[in-house]
């Protein structure tokens, strides 16, 4: 080709080149993720209908009054979704009802249960707008429901799945309702809809971009039919479509209700007002906190399929009422691994802190996330791109999660105002799932609720909570064993705290449970796990507390169902009640083992048992500074072993636990003097300590220095076991 | 004559009624004696019909009484060192609470800040709680049998340890108790009653037969905690009446909605006792009126009570309640509380612009025109500065108020941040507290699968009818009714009740299997259960001395789809199933309830049926509840009035004056137009404009707004 005709003067027609316009741009291949929407966090402009509305409407009372009404409204449509959805989620709290505006905002979402929904929910329906509301074969008009569940447009992960309805009012498009429940099961190569072992997402089941699924308040079956035809459990998919079409309609015709009787315009600005109201007030208590630069680094310990340590790194520049939030340095995205993040979600983390943590109080919206800057490097696992898994998402931000809290704690510590100064909250899901046919032959699969059972953090003046919550949802129940043997077929054998499974430190951190199921009342069960924390803990503590310990599971395959029977009609006092105890007493024939918590599904017999470790909360300040009575107490609920009251906390005391205080004084008192001659001069250090590249032995991704970002890997090696 | 008597936090209240004549009373409650204020209140009625008290006690046919004291023994932790043995691997199912149970019986606000998350202090600490190794499946098989010298020596360290009374919770032993029992067999072997004299030994098995450890064992703990206080306060009260001539049962109110004599009393059936006794008269009073939907609305000083009463419907029971900070499994009256009341702190952020409650300022040092050392804005700072309440008569002239306090609290706190008048300030107040009542009553009805505009309004409650007409229209309510005896209204209530008894029991069921397209063919285990029960309540009521025939049966089910995690209650139209018919009246009852509760999108008949708790209510019918008649009027409207005050309405957004009626001299036939404010000792009606009040025969106050009225 001649360059030349490259920079001459066209040479073509106007239609010629609206011809080529309309051959290039008007129909693309495909409506694929877009960059510009999952990508910008920040609220939609003003509308002129919302510009309208706000100028109409400018009573304050008034616009308290509606944005009350509204909440309740989705408040009452959440707690009915709960009481008729099927899908565990849905009872433990991880679901959402909420009300977008029209642009797509999520403006009011409900308030208990999971908080990042307010975050990463907004893109899905800005892609509706942007694409399908003039597209001819689509179009949005009054009872059409939409549905959702691919995390690449959006939304947490592919577990999720969400139904909108565009309320329209006198015509005029006012808002949109929507229902999101973590349905588990979506037909991804392993069960319960979360699958360690997929390598592109392609292997992540079915993957729903935003669609119309019916009109006219109209489910079409053959589309549910499609779903359905993906999934191991059809039933659930069906009951659930219909419970979020209830609980959308019940919030539209609600909002109706309000914008008959006071009028649109009402609706339209309290909605606008809500967020933007939101925004200024997360503006203005960052305001509060001193300026400077906070870092906060964390680390996994699992591509899911091998052992390598992956860094999370986030640093906080903080300036007036700017927060710019920086992950570069983070591990880059795995391509073949499912445990990359997608914008949104990793953003959503972020908040997850603020909104949980700290500013509790406030309006859960998209103004929340508005208000904040982010740096999320192209390449990095936190910024994961369409060819590339991620349904595994939650565990890598959930390091990313802890690594926020320290960076932000420490902005906060000085200036806390009401903020609670607290060390890391547990927070990884220890996620065991299953599937297969139930002991009333039933089809079931997804996750046990144990991940609920996250140990609490420290305060700086009181021990956490034991078992207390997962860090993303404040009132989450793991529910009762009796009623998990109705429905599952397992033997609970033990769900009880474990010794030593908290943070120590002046204030310890709460305490969580192992969690022991044995497959009970069926030739055999589908049973696999995910989570990160086997070989390096997943948190740390605060200012001198220590972190929680590592969590691997135990999987005990029995050599014969009867064998185990047996051992446990004749030998109650052999029936263990810890990991600890089984693996020292072994008292089942059969072969015991200890893996990393991320565990492809594969079936097991009856008998079989496995054990899952869900982690303590971190420890504040200096163990040597705790109460010994408070240590002895510990010992007495059975949360701590004598080690560690002797090695750590240094309390001498006899064997009815009576606290020799002299001895204890003296013990502390020399633990500090050993530790003042270990101690070096901090250059000497830092000179001693610093490496230029990561341990040999150790595998490890991400960067070695904060500035230099690293670059994409793909772990091509076979799986170890 | 009857006697109802109502022991709250405060006041005890008493309703006697006999043949045509009523008599209520008000006496301050004795905690350390209950029999004291008990008595007081009689000694008032006596003196009221001339008579002295022994006389009244020995001419009584009933007395029923209802009291929320148990609640002070909990929060007090007055109860006695319990230990909790359990299943070995489970020691930790109450500590933990389902993870949730820091939040239980907290308000929505606090449950959203898990930073603040923070579990009340124990009623059983960790170190008295022991596993024993035993394990029951959940089809009732023993899988590991439960060793007689582990239960000894385990008991024994428990005793040493000071435990000075016994929960048993073992997994699975309402489907098989024989180790319960046998832990029972060898407490009372090892510790006969001469040595644990009456410390109790509560096995779970027999306070609840429901799937569920930790709320079965906290329904368990409860019981053994408050043992004491049924045992020794109530029994003391019983033997106090009997010495003054009293002959009669000593009736209890449960929070059922039902009522019966001590022995058959669980401490916890008697918790909140009191506001259900009202709920329930109120639904007495809906039934004789005919009035198929209630709301009963009751505002104190800190929060607003709501509770919903519809004909014929099982849908206003909570069945997994949570008292104090505990959920426990048992059939209770639902009220719902929020924190709207008379001491509601009023405050303005820019944020969160005005915000009127939870945060109250209660009666220490309670609101700022108390003058007793409060100075936030409350609501009733806000109506006494609209001129709903009146500085020298508020609760009968008992107590001034001063409005100038009130109106510096609402300028500072209220009006300069909102640069807005201190009358407008207020009316915002009370603007934004009517609209959060109304909010909650809306969540409430509507969660319910109903429509607040389809019901009526009860109020009562010292702030209730000053308020109804504000939330009554926010709802689109158009018809409110202040009943009377308001100030005892649930003593009056009492009278309403019923004896019952709840039998229930988790039991899976499949009534339709959707994958093998087959429905449930052996009736037998579900007819079982009910003829257990149907025994059972025979032999119960038969022990009172009441026939079979006087035993009114209804059964409920618990039903779910598929593996929906949550069940829906229905009254079910067949006491057993006998064939087919039957099954299919069960299943379309449950598909209509379904439909009408949660709405026809929700409803998805082919996922598959199953029941999981069978329930029978066992009744008989002891209503006394009469309506008196009230004189007509002998006079016009105007011989009421008790003169004019300026108070603040809408229609003309400023203050206007406005007549003052005498609320206790309003007669039948009597027609008073908004606005007015109908005033007497215990009770302020705001009438708003376009509102009419009316007394009927019955001593009932109607509003109705002017289009309902026409």
Redesign the interface.
Known sequence: MNPATLTDAPTSTPETEAFFADLLQAQPVMYGPDPSIVGDHRLAPRTPSEEDALRRVTN??D???A???LE?IC??AK??L?????A?G??WGDLTCGLYTASGDLAVAT??GVVVFAVVASPIVKYIVKNWANEPTVGIRPGDLFYHNDAHYGGVHNADQTLFIPVFHEGRLLAWAGATIHEGENGANEPGGLSPSATSPYEEGLRISPMKVGEN?TLRRDIVNLFQNHMRDP??Q??DM??K??AA??IED?VLEVAT?QGGDLVLATLRHQLE??E??VR?RLSEFPDGTYRGITFGDTTLLEDRMIKASCELVKTGDQLLVNMTGSAPAILDRAINAGLPLSKALVHNDLM???W???PRNNGFVSAVDFVIPEGSIFNATKEVPVGLSMLSTMFLHTATHLAMTKMAFNRPGT??I?AP?YAMVQGLFYGGLNQ?????ANLMTDI??MG?AAHRD?DG?????P?FA??????????R???LPL???????NKDNHGYGRQRGGAS?EC?YMV??VPMFALGCMATGAKFPTIPGLFGGYGGPSTPVSVFRAESPEAV?KV??ER??L?P?SAQQLHATKPFPGTYETRRPTQSAAFYGEGDLWVLQCGGGGGYGDPLDRDPEAVMQDM???LLTDWVAQRLYHVVHDDELVVDPDATAAARAAERRDRLERGKPYDEFVAGWRRDEPPEGVPYLGSWSWEEPAPAERVTEVAEA | MEINVDIGGTFTDCFASTAGTVATAKALTTHHNLSQGFLEAISDIAGQLGTSPDELLGDASAVRYATTLGTNALIERTGPPLALITT??????V??G???S??DGKS??E?????????PVPLVP??MIV?L???I??SGRV?????ED?VRERIQDLVDLGARGFVVSL??SFRNPEHELLVRRVIEEEYPSSYLGRFPVILSHEVSQR?????RSMTSILNAYLHRFTGDKLSELRDELRTRGYTGPLMLVHNTGGMAGLSRTAPLQTMHAGPVAGLFGARRMAETFDFEKVVTTDMGGTSFDIGVVVKGSVRFYEFNPVVDRWRVQMPMMDIKAVGAGGGSIARYE??????VGPRSAGSTPGPACYGTGGTEATVTDANLVLGYLDADTYHGGAMKLDRRRAERAIDRAVARP?EISVLEAAR?IR??VD??MA??I??EI??KGYDPRDFVMFSYGGGGPLHACGYAEVL?VQSVIVPPHAPVFSAAGAAGLDLLHIYERSA?I?LF????KTVLEDFDKFNATVDEFVSQAQEDFGDDGFAADDVELQLELDVR??????V?TIKSPVLRLEGRDDLAAVLEAYFAEYSDR??E????R???VSIETIRLRASVDQARWGVGQREPATAGIETLRRGERECYWERSRSVEPTPVYDYDAIAPGHEIPGPAILEGPDTTVVLYPEWTARMDDHGFLSLEKEEAAA
């Open positions: 304050d009372v616009l308290v009054i944005s009350n009404r309740v408040e009452s707690e009915m709960e009481q008729i959805g099927a565990p849905a009872k308030s208990t308040y039933l659930l069906l009951m219909r419970a079409l209830a309609k019940r609600r009787e109201r939101t200024r007030e203005r949980n943590f700290f509790a109080d406030l903020t609670e607290t909250w009333w032959n039933m089809p079931v609920n059972a609490g009181r909570e034991h078992a207390a919550a860090f404040a009132l989450a129940d793991y529910g009762e064993m009796e009623d043997e109705t429905e033997l609970g054998l033990w769900r009880k705290i449970v022991a009970h009342g029977r446990m009609a109650p006092d029936v009640d007495r609920d059975e | 070995s691997g489970y020691e930790d199912v500590p933990i389902r993870c949730r820091w939040g929505g606000a449950n959203r800040d898990l930073s603040r998350a923070e579990r960790r170190e596993g190794h035993e394990r499946d959940h899988l590991v049998p439960l060793r582990e997994m699975w799937a569920g450890e930790y709320a820019e944020h969160a612009g005005l915000a909102m915002a603007q934004v609209n959060n909010d909650a809306f969540k509507v969660l689109g899976h499949v299997d959707p994958l093998f789809s598929g593996n929906q995690l949550y829906t949660f709405g999108f929700a409803v998805i082919e996922i598959g």
